[in-house]
C-alpha cells in the first residue's frame, strides 16, 4: 500500500475519534447510533490489518518481507476502502460497484484456486481412474450448468438482499430523532405538480338529450355535465327532487354562458328534459367496461400508473417521500351524505388558473398544461400543502398533501396521540372542576362545565354553527332544544345528526346535577330550535381548556378516551386461545371504543349474502370431517365404540348431504370454466396459442367423476378418499385440521355479524393510538398483519418500531 493511500484510511479512521481516548467518547451522538459505529470501526479495523481470505492459499503462505511488501504494493491495483459519514453520523453503505467488484475477485482466485489445485494431481493416478472420469464428464457438465444457475440465482438474492439491507440504512426514521420545531415544515420541497383529468370526449351525434321530445344540440360544456345526471338517471341521486333542482340550475346557467343550445331550442322545465338515450349510451359503455379481460384490465392499469408516475412522489429535504392525492379532482355533480341541501350542484372543472402550488424557491417549476399558467407559485416552509385550489361549491380549499405514509404525516400522528397522552396528567383537575362548576352562579360557567361533561363522558365532537346551505349535522356545543329529552329522575335521550349527517342516538344517565343543568338550560321561552348552549361556542370552550394545557381542545378529549378506553379493554383480554380467539377479543376491544365515538355504518347490501356464504362453507368442512369419520370406521369397525366422537355421522341427512355435493360440484365447474376463459384471454393478450376445448373438456371430465364418486357415496354409505388417508392416524389428523378450520370460520363469521353496523376502521385509525394495537400484537404473540394491513403499516410504521409490549398508553 502506498503511502498516500495508508493516509488516507488513516485520516477517514481519525474521524471515528479512534486516535485517542480523549476523542472516543459517544455523547454527542443519539444511543441508537453509538453502537453501530462502534462496529463498524471494528470491522475497519479489522480490514486494515487482517488479510484478504479472498487471495490465493498460495500468496497466503509467502511469509518473506519482500512477498510482504509485493502484497502491500499490489494492493494499489485494488480500490481503497472508503468511508464515508452522513449527517446524523452513521457510516453510508459500500457502494454496489464496489461489492461487485469483490465478488469478481473472489471468482477469479477460486479459478486460480482450482487450477493450482489441478497442477497437484497425482501423476501416478490410474489409466482406469482417467477414464472414468472421461465417461462422467457429460454428466458433470450437465449438473455443473445446474450448479451455475443456481449460484446465479443465489447471487441475485443476495444483491437484492444487499439493496434492501441499504434502503433500510437509507430510510428517514424521524422517531429516533424529533423535530421539535413545529412551524417549519421542511427545508426543500420539490414535486411535478398535480394531475389532471381528462378533457371531456364528445358524445357521438346519434346521442342526444331530448328536450320536449326533439333532439337537442348542446355546446360541448353543458353536454358534458348533462352526461353527469343521465349517468345518475336510476340511481336515488338521480330521482332525489332536491338534486334534480340544484342539478337543472346548475345546467341552465352553463348552457347560458356558452350561448344556449346549437339549434335553438329553450329550455326552461326539468320535466321535458329526457336523458334516456344517453342514460343507455352510459350503461353500455358500463357494461362493456366489465367484459374486458384480466388482460385488458391489467394493461389498462399499467398504463395508468405509468400518466401518475411523475405524480406519485416528491423530493423533501432530499428524500424521496410518497404525494397523497395528487389528483385534481374532477369535475361531476355532488352528492353530499345525508340530506345535504346542495346535493346535485355542479362541481365545476379545475384550471390551471385555479391552483397554486407550494415548493422551494430553489426548485424547478412544473410545466402547466399547454396553453395554461398556475394560477400562483408560493415558497411558504410553514405548511405542508404542495398545491391548491378552491372549490366553487362550498368556497373551500382542497389541498394536496403528503402521503399518510409520509414522515410530515407520521410526525403529525404522532404530536397528535402524544397531545392525547399528555392530558393523562390534567384529566383529575380538569374532571374535580367542571364538576364543582356545574352549580357555579354564573351561567356560562355552568354551560362550560356541562359541555365538557359531555364531551368527557359520552366522547360527543364539540360542534359548531351550519348556515342554512350546510347539512344540518351537529355536536355538543350546537345542540338544539329538540335534540335532548329529559327523563326523570336522571335519564337523557340525544338524538341528532352527527358529523356525515350520522344519527346519534343514545339513552343514557347522567349525574343528577347534570340533569338538572339540562332542565334549566330548556326552561321556557325556549322551545325547538333554540340553541341548550346558548352562551357557549367551540372557541369559547377551546380556550376555557387551554387554560390546563397548551393546545388542548375537545378533539383531544375524543382520542385520549378512545385510546384509554382501548387500553382499558385489552387489559381485559387473556394470553390464551388460539390467533382467531384472540383477534376476536381484540375487535371487541375495538368495537367498545367505536361505540363510544358514535362510527356506526349501514349494513352493505352483500352481508346477509356473505354471512350466508360463510354458514354454507361451515357446513361443507364438518360433511368433509363426518366423511373423515367414515373412513375410520371403515378401516376399523372396532371404533364404533366411540360412541359421542361418531355420534355427528347420523345428525347429517342424505338431502343435507346431496345439496352439499351439488353446491360443490356447480362450483367446480365454474371454477374450470372461469380459469379456461381467463387463462385463454391472457394466452390471447400475449399472443400464445389458445387453450383447445379438448383441454376445458378434460376438467369437466374430472369434476363429472368427482359427481360419480359422491354418487356412490351416498347410495352405498362407503367413503372414497385418496390413498394417502389409509389409516386411522391420517384420517384423525385431518379431522383436527378440519375442526380448526371450523372454529376459526365460526369467529370469523361471529365477528362479521357483530361489526355489521359498527365501523372498526374510523377508530382504529383516527382515534386509537396505533402503539397500542402493536403492543397487543407482539404481547399475544399475534402477526401484526392481522391487525394493519399494508397501508396502515406503512403509516404506521413509527408505532410498529418504536415500543415493546411493556408500552401503555
Same mark, same amino acid.
Given at each position: 500500500?502506498?503511502v498516500?493511500?495508508w493516509?488516507?484510511?488513516?485520516?477517514q479512521?481519525?474521524?471515528?475519534?479512534?486516535?485517542?481516548?480523549?476523542?472516543?467518547?459517544?455523547?454527542?451522538?443519539?444511543?441508537?447510533?453509538?453502537?453501530?459505529?462502534?462496529?463498524?470501526?471494528?470491522?475497519?479495523?479489522?480490514?486494515?490489518?487482517?488479510?484478504?481470505?479472498?487471495?490465493?492459499?498460495v500468496?497466503?503462505?509467502?511469509?518473506?518481507?519482500?512477498?510482504?511488501?509485493?502484497?502491500?504494493?499490489?494492493?494499489?491495483?485494488?480500490?481503497?476502502?472508503?468511508?464515508?459519514?452522513?449527517?446524523n453520523?452513521?457510516?453510508?453503505?459500500?457502494?454496489?460497484?464496489?461489492?461487485?467488484?469483490n465478488?469478481?475477485?473472489?471468482?477469479?482466485?477460486?479459478?486460480?484456486?482450482?487450477?493450482?489445485?489441478?497442477?497437484?494431481?497425482?501423476?501416478?493416478?490410474?489409466?482406469?481412474?482417467?477414464?472414468?472420469?472421461?465417461?462422467?464428464?457429460?454428466? &458433470?457438465?450437465?449438473?455443473? &450448468?445446474?450448479?451455475?444457475?443456481?449460484?446465479?440465482?443465489?447471487?441475485?438474492?443476495?444483491?437484492?438482499?444487499?439493496?434492501?439491507?441499504?434502503?433500510?440504512?437509507?430510510?428517514?426514521?424521524?422517531?429516533?430523532?424529533?423535530?421539535?420545531?413545529?412551524?417549519?415544515?421542511?427545508?426543500?420541497?420539490?414535486?411535478?405538480?398535480?394531475?389532471f383529468?381528462?378533457?371531456?370526449?364528445?358524445?357521438?351525434?346519434?346521442?342526444?338529450?331530448?328536450?320536449?321530445?326533439?333532439?337537442?344540440?348542446?355546446?360541448?360544456?353543458?353536454?358534458?355535465?348533462?352526461?353527469?345526471?343521465?349517468?345518475?338517471?336510476?340511481?336515488?341521486?338521480?330521482?332525489?327532487?332536491?338534486?334534480?333542482?340544484?342539478?337543472?340550475?346548475?345546467?341552465?346557467?352553463?348552457l347560458?354562458?356558452?350561448?344556449?343550445?346549437?339549434?335553438?331550442?329553450?329550455?326552461?322545465?326539468?320535466?321535458?328534459?329526457?336523458?334516456?338515450k344517453?342514460?343507455?349510451?352510459f %350503461?353500455?359503455?358500463?357494461?362493456?367496461?366489465? &367484459?374486458?379481460?384480466?388482460?385488458?384490465?391489467?394493461?389498462?392499469? #399499467?398504463?395508468?400508473?405509468? #400518466?401518475?408516475?411523475?405524480?406519485?412522489?416528491?423530493?423533501?429535504?432530499?428524500?424521496?417521500?410518497?404525494?397523497?392525492?395528487?389528483?385534481?379532482?374532477?369535475?361531476?355533480?355532488?352528492?353530499?351524505?345525508?340530506?345535504h341541501?346542495?346535493?346535485?350542484?355542479?362541481?365545476?372543472?379545475?384550471?390551471?388558473?385555479?391552483?397554486?402550488?407550494?415548493?422551494?424557491?430553489?426548485?424547478?417549476?412544473?410545466?402547466?398544461?399547454?396553453?395554461?399558467?398556475?394560477? %400562483?407559485?408560493?415558497?411558504?416552509?410553514?405548511?405542508?400543502?404542495?398545491?391548491?385550489?378552491?372549490?366553487?361549491?362550498?368556497?373551500?380549499?382542497?389541498?394536496?398533501?403528503?402521503?399518510?405514509?409520509?414522515?410530515?404525516?407520521?410526525?403529525?400522528?404522532?404530536?397528535?396521540?402524544?397531545k392525547? =397522552? %399528555?392530558?393523562?396528567?390534567?384529566?383529575?383537575?380538569? =374532571?374535580?372542576?367542571?364538576?364543582?362548576?356545574?352549580?357555579?352562579?354564573?351561567?356560562?360557567?355552568?354551560?362550560?362545565?356541562?359541555?365538557?361533561?359531555?364531551?368527557?363522558?359520552?366522547?360527543?365532537?364539540?360542534?359548531?354553527?351550519?348556515?342554512?346551505?350546510?347539512?344540518?349535522?351537529?355536536?355538543?356545543?350546537?345542540?338544539?332544544?329538540?335534540?335532548?329529552?329529559?327523563?326523570?329522575?336522571?335519564?337523557v335521550?340525544?338524538d341528532?345528526?352527527?358529523?356525515?349527517?350520522?344519527?346519534?342516538?343514545?339513552?343514557?344517565?347522567?349525574?343528577? *346535577?347534570?340533569?338538572?343543568?339540562?332542565?334549566?338550560?330548556?326552561?321556557?321561552?325556549k322551545?325547538?330550535?333554540?340553541?341548550?348552549?346558548?352562551?357557549?361556542?367551540p372557541?369559547?370552550?377551546?380556550?376555557?381548556?387551554?387554560?390546563?394545557?397548551?393546545?388542548?381542545?375537545?378533539?383531544?378529549?375524543?382520542?385520549?378516551?378512545?385510546?384509554?378506553?382501548?387500553?382499558?379493554?385489552?387489559?381485559?383480554?387473556?394470553?390464551?386461545?388460539?390467533?382467531?380467539?384472540?383477534?376476536?377479543?381484540?375487535?371487541?376491544?375495538?368495537?367498545?371504543?367505536?361505540?363510544?365515538?358514535?362510527? *356506526?355504518?349501514?349494513?352493505?347490501?352483500?352481508?346477509?349474502?356473505?354471512?350466508?356464504?360463510?354458514?354454507?362453507?361451515?357446513?361443507?368442512?364438518?360433511?368433509?370431517?363426518?366423511?373423515?369419520?367414515?373412513?375410520?370406521?371403515?378401516?376399523?369397525?372396532?371404533?364404533?365404540?366411540?360412541?359421542?366422537?361418531?355420534?355427528?355421522?347420523?345428525?347429517?341427512?342424505?338431502?343435507?348431504?346431496?345439496?352439499?355435493?351439488?353446491?360443490?360440484?356447480?362450483?367446480? =365447474?365454474?371454477k374450470?370454466?372461469?380459469?379456461?376463459?381467463?387463462?385463454?384471454?391472457? =394466452?390471447?393478450?400475449?399472443?400464445?396459442?389458445?387453450?383447445?376445448?379438448?383441454?376445458?373438456?378434460?376438467?369437466?371430465?374430472?369434476?363429472?367423476?368427482?359427481?360419480?364418486?359422491?354418487?356412490?357415496?351416498?347410495?352405498?354409505?362407503?367413503?372414497?378418499?385418496?390413498?394417502?388417508?389409509?389409516?386411522?392416524?391420517?384420517?384423525?389428523?385431518?379431522?383436527?385440521?378440519?375442526?380448526?378450520?371450523?372454529?376459526?370460520?365460526?369467529?370469523?363469521?361471529?365477528?362479521?355479524?357483530?361489526?355489521?353496523?359498527?365501523?372498526?376502521g374510523?377508530?382504529?385509525?383516527?382515534?386509537?393510538?396505533?402503539?397500542?394495537?402493536v403492543?397487543?400484537?407482539?404481547?399475544?404473540?399475534?402477526?401484526?398483519?392481522?391487525?394493519f394491513?399494508?397501508?396502515?403499516?406503512?403509516?404506521?410504521?413509527?408505532?410498529?418500531?418504536?415500543?415493546? %409490549?411493556?408500552?401503555?398508553?
Open positions: 500500500m502506498t498516500s493511500s493516509d488516507k484510511l488513516v485520516s479512521n481519525s474521524v471515528l475519534g479512534s486516535t485517542s481516548e480523549s476523542d472516543s467518547s459517544d455523547d454527542d451522538l443519539p444511543l441508537s447510533q453509538t453502537s453501530v459505529i462502534k462496529q463498524k470501526e471494528l470491522v475497519l479495523k479489522q480490514t486494515l490489518s487482517e488479510p484478504s481470505n479472498d487471495e490465493p492459499k500468496k497466503k503462505e509467502m511469509t518473506s518481507s519482500k512477498d510482504v511488501q509485493r502484497d502491500h504494493s499490489n494492493m494499489e491495483s485494488f480500490d481503497v476502502l472508503k468511508v464515508e459519514y452522513n449527517s453520523g452513521s457510516l453510508s453503505a459500500i457502494s454496489k460497484e464496489k461489492k461487485k467488484k465478488k469478481k475477485k473472489r471468482k477469479i482466485n477460486s479459478v486460480e484456486n482450482n487450477k493450482l489445485q489441478d497442477k497437484d494431481i497425482d501423476s501416478d493416478t490410474s489409466l482406469k481412474k482417467i477414464k472414468l472420469e472421461k465417461k462422467q464428464k457429460k454428466k &458433470k457438465e450437465t449438473v455443473k &450448468k445446474t450448479e451455475l444457475s443456481q449460484e446465479e440465482e443465489k447471487e441475485k438474492e443476495e444483491e437484492k438482499e444487499e439493496e434492501e439491507e441499504e434502503e433500510e440504512e437509507k430510510e428517514y426514521k424521524w422517531w429516533e430523532n424529533q423535530n421539535n420545531n413545529d412551524e417549519i415544515k421542511w427545508h426543500s420541497l420539490k414535486h411535478n405538480g398535480v394531475m383529468p381528462p378533457d371531456y370526449e364528445p358524445l357521438p351525434s346519434h346521442v342526444k338529450l331530448y328536450y320536449d321530445g326533439k333532439p337537442v344540440d348542446l355546446p360541448l360544456e353543458a353536454e358534458e355535465v348533462a352526461g353527469f345526471y343521465a349517468a345518475l338517471l336510476e340511481t336515488d341521486h338521480g330521482k332525489n327532487p332536491v338534486f334534480q333542482k340544484n342539478f337543472f340550475h346548475d345546467f341552465k346557467q352553463v347560458e354562458e356558452n350561448g344556449g343550445t346549437l339549434n335553438g331550442i329553450k329550455i326552461n322545465t326539468f320535466d321535458k328534459c329526457d336523458f334516456t344517453m342514460h343507455k349510451y %350503461e353500455l359503455k358500463r357494461e362493456e367496461k366489465k &367484459k374486458l379481460s384480466l388482460q385488458e384490465r391489467k394493461q389498462n392499469r #399499467l398504463e395508468r400508473a405509468k #400518466l401518475e408516475e411523475p405524480y406519485k412522489f416528491c423530493e423533501l429535504d432530499g428524500r424521496r417521500e410518497q404525494v397523497g392525492n395528487f389528483r385534481v379532482e374532477p369535475p361531476d355533480l355532488f352528492r353530499g351524505r345525508g340530506a341541501p346542495k346535493t346535485g350542484k355542479l362541481k365545476r372543472r379545475v384550471y390551471p388558473e385555479d391552483i397554486t402550488l407550494n415548493l422551494s424557491e430553489d426548485a424547478p417549476i412544473p410545466d402547466p398544461p399547454a396553453g395554461h399558467k398556475w394560477g %400562483e407559485v408560493r415558497h411558504d416552509n410553514t405548511v405542508q400543502w404542495l398545491a391548491m385550489w378552491k372549490e366553487n361549491i362550498f368556497g373551500s380549499h382542497k389541498y394536496v398533501r403528503l402521503a399518510a405514509n409520509s414522515s410530515l404525516k407520521g410526525q403529525s400522528d404522532f404530536k397528535k396521540f402524544e392525547a =397522552r %399528555e392530558l393523562k396528567s390534567y384529566i383529575d383537575i380538569i =374532571r374535580k372542576d367542571y364538576r364543582r362548576n356545574l352549580k357555579s352562579k354564573l351561567m356560562l360557567e355552568r354551560q362550560k362545565a356541562v359541555a365538557t361533561y359531555l364531551i368527557d363522558v359520552f366522547a360527543l365532537r364539540a360542534g359548531g354553527e351550519k348556515s342554512e346551505d350546510e347539512a344540518d349535522t351537529v355536536g355538543c356545543c350546537s345542540l338544539r332544544y329538540e335534540h335532548v329529552t329529559l327523563k326523570p329522575p336522571n335519564t335521550i340525544f341528532f345528526l352527527g358529523k356525515d349527517s350520522i344519527r346519534f342516538y343514545q339513552e343514557v344517565e347522567v349525574d343528577k *346535577q347534570v340533569f338538572k343543568d339540562l332542565m334549566i338550560f330548556k326552561r321556557p321561552p322551545q325547538p330550535g333554540h340553541q341548550l348552549f346558548d352562551r357557549l361556542d372557541s369559547i370552550l377551546n380556550k376555557y381548556l387551554q387554560n390546563y394545557m397548551p393546545g388542548l381542545t375537545a378533539k383531544v378529549f375524543r382520542t385520549y378516551n378512545a385510546s384509554k378506553t382501548m387500553q382499558d379493554q385489552l387489559d381485559l383480554i387473556p394470553n390464551k386461545g388460539t390467533i382467531a380467539e384472540k383477534l376476536l377479543r381484540y375487535n371487541a376491544a375495538n368495537r367498545t371504543v367505536a361505540i363510544l365515538c358514535n362510527h *356506526q355504518r349501514s349494513v352493505t347490501k352483500g352481508h346477509a349474502q356473505a354471512v350466508e356464504r360463510a354458514n354454507l362453507k361451515i357446513e361443507e368442512l364438518k360433511w368433509q370431517k363426518i366423511r373423515f369419520k367414515k373412513a375410520m370406521l371403515q378401516i376399523d369397525p372396532t371404533l364404533k365404540r366411540r360412541t359421542k366422537f361418531f355420534k355427528e355421522i347420523k345428525e347429517i341427512t342424505k338431502e343435507q348431504e346431496a345439496q352439499i355435493h351439488d353446491r360443490i360440484i356447480k362450483r367446480e =365447474r365454474e374450470s370454466e372461469i380459469k379456461f376463459a381467463r387463462d385463454n384471454d391472457k =394466452r390471447n393478450f400475449e399472443g400464445e396459442e389458445l387453450l383447445s376445448e379438448e383441454t376445458l373438456k378434460e376438467w369437466l371430465d374430472k369434476v363429472e367423476q368427482l359427481r360419480l364418486q359422491y354418487k356412490r357415496e351416498l347410495e352405498t354409505g362407503v367413503v372414497e378418499l385418496k390413498s394417502r388417508y389409509n389409516t386411522v392416524e391420517k384420517c384423525e389428523k385431518q379431522i383436527e385440521k378440519l375442526e380448526q378450520r371450523i372454529r376459526v370460520s365460526s369467529i370469523q363469521l361471529q365477528d362479521k355479524e357483530e361489526n355489521s353496523e359498527v365501523s372498526l374510523t377508530s382504529k385509525i383516527n382515534y386509537i393510538d396505533p402503539r397500542l394495537s403492543v397487543f400484537c407482539k404481547k399475544y404473540n399475534v402477526p401484526i398483519e392481522k391487525i394491513p399494508k397501508t396502515l403499516r406503512d403509516k404506521f410504521k413509527w408505532a410498529i418500531e418504536s415500543v415493546d %409490549e411493556s408500552w401503555r398508553f
